[in-house]
Each structure stands twice: as C-alpha cells, then as structure tokens.
C-alpha cells in the first residue's frame, strides 16, 4: 500500500495506522465526553467537596460537645448570664465597659 499524503510522511509518520493511532489519541484527550480535561476538573471539584465534608464534620462535633454542655444546668445558667444577662434573686450585676477615651 503506498502512502498518498506525502505532508505527513515529511513530518515522520510513515504510516496510516501512526496517523489514525495519533487522531484517536487526540480526540480521546480532548474532544470526547470522557476527555481528560473533563476528568480533570470533575477531580478537582471531588477533592473541593472532601474537603467541605471534612470542615462540616468538625464543626457537627464541636456543635455536639456544645449541646452537651448546654444541655447541663450550668451550662444554662452559664449561657443565661453571659448572653442575657440573667441573675439570681438578691444579686447584683455590674457591667464595665472600657472607655475608649484615655
């Protein structure tokens, strides 16, 4: 079989097969719905939402250990006084402010 496209026979493709094996390698890399440039950024945004679900995770069990005090009664007097301020019967609360002006 003689080769007829003597422009790719100047570049060192000697052969069809080369020039087809090249075609479907190209359009397997960067032109198919399965290319890698796809898988590419499919990974990435993968690797993003691990790192999301990791982040998630610690805060769901820094909230748990949260309840869990909250859910005592000092932790409920604790969080009434500090948020609220709440006092007990007979109990006086002073509230210091710094000034900013010195």
């Known amino acids: 079989m003689k ?22 390698l190209v359009w397997m890399l ?23 679900k990791q982040f998630l995770e610690k805060e769901i069990e820094k909230d748990k250990k949260n309840l869990q005090i909250l859910n005592t009664t000092e932790g409920k007097e604790k969080l009434g006084r500090e948020l609220y301020y709440l006092k007990r019967e007979h109990e006086e609360i002073f509230i210091i402010e710094y000034d900013t002006i010195n």
Do not use: A, M, V
């Open 3 to 24: 080769f007829k496209f003597p422009y790719f026979k100047k570049l060192g493709f000697s052969s069809l097969y080369t020039i087809i094996i090249l075609f479907f």
């Open 30 to 52: 960067f032109f198919d719905t399965n290319s890698y440039l796809t898988h590419r950024e499919l990974n990435k945004e993968i690797y993003k939402l691990n790192k999301q």
